[in-house]
Nanobody, 122 residues
């Protein structure tokens, strides 16, 4: 059974940084695309980043230039380095895995972690 587990969330002041990790298990990591989504209270789940199994990477416009990522196939882990954080980055961050190479829609992913809370204070 494929699983993803997120970690690294927390409370940070605006302008600060956090690094999220997503550990994948239960399948062949290199054959799955991994993505990060976030969800603020009362809002829909929002695409943040995807790392396709082909190597392609996509960021949402709202985070490009502030967030970077690294996929470590040896550790079955994808990292999301978040810099210059803003209060609007607050939400629960989810890591998802799927067999299509890339999707900005949550429907493109079959496996979801429990999420990690990120709170950015003004």
């Amino acid at each position: 059974q494929v699983r993803t587990v997120e970690s690294g969330g927390g409370l940070v002041q605006a302008g600060g940084s956090l690094k999220l990790s997503c550990v994948f298990s239960g399948g062949t990591f290199s054959r799955y695309s991994l993505a990060w989504f976030r969800q603020a209270p009362g809002q829909e789940r929002e695409f943040v980043f995807s790392s396709g199994y082909s190597g392609a990477k996509y960021f949402s416009d709202s985070v490009e230039g502030r967030f970077t990522t690294f996929r470590d196939n040896a550790k079955n882990t994808v990292y999301l380095q978040m810099n210059a954080l803003k209060p609007e980055d607050t939400g629960v961050y989810y890591c998802a895995a799927g067999r299509i190479d890339h999707s900005r829609s949550p429907l493109g992913y079959d496996y979801w972690g429990p999420g990690t809370q990120v709170t950015v204070s003004a």
